[in-house]
C-alpha cells in the first residue's frame, strides 16, 4: 500500500470547533488531510466502533487510509486501513499477526533504539515525537530536531512527526526527510478546519 504521509490528522473530539466529528474530517480532507487517525480515549467501545464506522465511510470516499490509535479490536471490526500503537501498547509484533500483512502499522517512537525495534518488528511507519510541547497528551517525551535527524538516518520507513506542530512551526521541518506532520489542535481547534489543513500543508511541501 502506497500512502502519502505528507499532513496525518489525529482526531480528538474535545478539541474541534464543529458540532461532529464527521464534519470535522471531512472539513480537513478538503484542505488537503492524507491520512487520519481516529484517537478517542474518552468514548466506550460502542461508541468508538459506531465512530469508526461514519468516519471510514468519510475516509473511503476520499481515498484516504484511516488508521485506529491503539484498539486492534475496533480496526478489525471495521476493516480500517490499519493501527497505530505506542511503547506501551500491543507490541508491532503482534499487531501484525493479527491484522495481517497487507494492513497499515505504525508506531510511536522517541528514540533511534525505539525505531529501529519497530522497523524490525513491521512497522510500516513511525510517529515521531512529542517535538514540542503539547496539551493533548500529558505522557509524551520530548524530541529535538537533532533527535529527529538521527531516527531519520537509522531507519528506512516513512516518518511523520507529531507533538504540538502548528503553522507556526511546521516550516521547521521542510527539507528534514520526513514524510509529514501529524497534528490535532492546529486543524480541529482552528475555526475554518479546512483552511488550516491547506494552510499548513503548504507550509510543509514549499521547496
Known amino acids: 500500500m502506497t500512502v502519502d504521509y505528507t499532513l496525518y490528522l489525529c482526531t480528538d473530539r474535545n478539541l474541534m470547533t464543529t458540532d461532529t466529528l464527521e464534519e470535522a474530517v471531512e472539513a480537513a480532507i478538503r484542505g488537503g488531510v492524507t491520512v487520519v ?20 465511510e468519510i475516509t473511503d470516499r476520499a481515498g484516504i487510509p484511516l ?81 529527529l535527524a538521527e531516527i531519520r538516518q537509522a531507519v528506512s520507513i516513512p516518518i511523520v512527526a507529531i507533538g504540538g506542530i502548528q503553522a507556526s512551526n511546521a516550516a521547521q521541518f521542510r527539507g528534514t526527510g520526513i514524510n509529514g506532520l501529524a497534528v490535532v489542535s492546529a486543524i480541529l481547534a482552528q475555526p475554518d478546519i479546512e483552511e488550516a489543513a491547506r494552510r499548513l500543508k503548504n507550509i510543509f511541501i514549499q521547496p
Not at 85 to 91: A, K, W, Y
Not at 94 to 115: H, M, N, Q, Y
Open 67 to 147: 488508521i485506529i490509535n491503539d484498539r486492534l479490536d475496533v480496526a478489525l471490526a471495521v476493516d480500517a486501513a490499519g493501527v497505530h500503537v505506542g511503547q506501551s501498547d500491543f507490541p508491532a509484533t503482534v499487531a501484525r499477526r493479527l491484522l495481517g500483512p497487507d494492513k497499515l502499522i505504525g508506531v510511536s517512537a522517541a528514540t533511534v533504539e525505539e525505531a529501529r525495534k519497530a522497523e524490525a518488528d513491521g512497522a510500516d511507519y513511525l510517529g515521531v515525537g512529542a517535538m514540542f510541547a503539547t496539551s493533548t497528551k500529558t505522557n509524551t517525551r520530548p524530541v529535538s530536531m537533532e533527535r
Open 37 to 56: 487517525q481516529l484517537r478517542e480515549k474518552d468514548c466506550s467501545s460502542a461508541e468508538f466502533l459506531e465512530q469508526a464506522f461514519c468516519i471510514k
